[in-house]
């Protein structure tokens, strides 16, 4: 290599022309140089450099950096890409967060986020890129199945968490993703079961092995992995109370294929559930009922958590087993669409129906706000809305004499 030239540049740094031989023949082009800070270790220059094909083309490139330097805006370029940040925000970044959805982080990054995205330079991943990845995950490709807007819009909470890790870091200047439009996301019509559905559903679940759990269930508003991780130090019969402060949980990791844990519960707050009495009742019979599972079990009985609802021997019980049953009942009162969730809304469109207020109603079900109660079960206040309506008219005809 060989130097041709050299002068002073426009502000401060170099611009040299070089020549190097490439293929065989001289190939020549102009390389800018800035120096950016110190070394706090050696005290020596960091500089940065530039090459272009003009001289015009480095000299813009390094002006531009001394304005940043000038206004305290200049951030050294980060030579990360994006699968590599992932990996170190993942293993730094996600210790508050609960191991199961650690998992179904890893898993988003590994099948969608990575394949896509890794290989980009993080400094240079814009909203355009991001943008057109959200749109293939929802369209069709030849051989792919699209993914809801629901999973699209997961997907893009966790770019967007590691996105701004790295904000906050000053690794890039601010998050691409915060101007990504998701798609719309269509609510699922809500079908809980109506007061006739539920005086058939009472019938039918009379004597069946899970009886107490579907009772306790349509009448506290509790998730299936709250009913079935409910022990008995959390149930308070003097103040006709429940504390949710756990939930049976499924093991994410293949160590533990098949195992359940007690885990916090949805949202990490626990909560108490003032019940009605005839819940509190079922819950006395429960408990009998459990005390003489126990002595048929005898030694073979083994309940270290103190669950209320155990199989024969003191063990959890199976979800898949509790919901396979929950159809089968459901499917005897005409109704082989609903699900085990729609137990929740039915006490909760039953509860606010009887004239419980939302705030109530949210702690109860365990909602972050009682905004979102509102969003969810917002039809049932609307017609409570017109049947108010219809009471204020009679009585203004009952005044009136109209």
Not at 121 to 126: D, G, H, K, S
Request: with cysteine.
């Amino acid at each position: 290599m060989s130097k041709k030239s050299s002068r002073s540049a426009q502000g401060a740094g170099t611009i040299r022309k070089k020549t190097i031989t490439r293929n065989g023949k001289p190939y020549s082009y102009w390389e800018a140089r800035i120096t950016t800070g110190y070394d706090p270790g050696t005290g020596k220059q960091v500089q940065r450099s530039f090459s272009g094909k003009t001289q015009k083309e480095v000299r813009e490139k390094m002006q531009a950096v001394a304005v940043e330097l000038n206004n305290g805006t200049y951030k050294e370029p980060c030579k990360l890409t994006v699968g590599e940040w992932l990996d170190i925000w993942k293993d730094t970044y996600l210790n508050n967060i609960k191991p199961r959805t650690v998992k179904i982080y890893e898993s988003d990054i590994r099948l969608h986020i990575k394949p896509a995205l890794g290989a980009i330079r993080l400094e240079t991943l814009n909203t355009h890129t991001i943008q057109s990845f959200y749109n293939r995950l929802v369209q069709n490709e030849k051989g792919k199945r699209a993914l809801s807007p629901k999973t699209v819009k997961n997907i893009h909470g966790v770019l967007h968490h590691a996105l701004n890790q790295a904000a906050a870091n000053g690794i890039i200047r601010f998050n691409p993703a915060d101007a990504c439009t998701l798609p719309r996301i269509e609510r699922t019509e809500l079908k809980p079961l109506d007061e006739e559905d539920i005086k058939a559903f009472l019938k039918v679940i009379q004597g069946t092995r899970y009886e107490d759990i579907f009772l306790v269930t349509l009448f506290t508003g509790m998730r299936e992995g709250e009913v079935l991780g409910l022990t008995w130090d959390c149930v308070d019969f003097e103040k006709g109370a429940l504390l949710v402060n756990k939930q049976l949980q499924l093991h994410q990791e293949k160590e533990f294929q098949g195992a359940y844990t007690l885990a916090s519960p949805k949202n990490g707050k626990s909560r108490t559930i003032v019940t009605a009495p005839f819940v509190m009742n079922c819950l006395k019979r429960r408990k009998v009922k459990q005390a003489k599972t126990r002595m048929r079990a005898g030694d073979a009985w083994s309940n270290p958590n103190d669950l209320v609802f155990t199989d024969e021997i003191g063990g959890h019980l199976i979800k898949s087993s509790v919901y396979r049953e929950y159809k089968a009942m459901a499917k005897r009162i005409g109704r082989p669409d609903a699900r085990f969730h729609d137990l929740r809304h039915s006490y909760a469109v039953a509860a606010i129906s009887s004239g419980d207020d939302i705030k109530t109603v949210q702690g109860n079900l365990g909602h972050a706000t009682a905004a979102f109660t509102l969003d969810v079960y917002g039809h049932v206040t609307n017609k409570m809305k017109r049947e108010s309506a219809s009471r204020m008219e009679k009585f203004i005809q009952s005044v009136s004499g109209a």
